[in-house]
């Protein structure tokens, strides 16, 4: 199974302000690329990504 990770740690991985991480996991989860298993905290919120959103990365890491 996927890793779990917080906006917090996507930042760091990313090196992108955790304000940015979060539109943008928020438009992802809009689109089922990722899911949010603890949706109802405020804080520390725990993301993986979804089937699609795999296909989704797997299709750009091979054709962009």
């Known amino acids: 199974e996927k890793k779990l990770l ?22 992802l989860k809009e689109c089922d690329l990722v899911e949010c298993v603890n949706d109802d905290s ?3 919120r725990l993301y993986k ?12 890491n091979e054709n962009v």
């Open 49 to 60: 990504i979804k089937p699609l959103g795999e296909k989704t990365l797997s299709w750009l």
């Open 42 to 44: 405020k804080r520390g």
């Open 6 to 27: 917080t906006p917090k740690e996507i930042s760091k991985i990313v090196n992108l302000i955790l304000n940015h991480v979060s539109m943008t996991l928020s438009e």
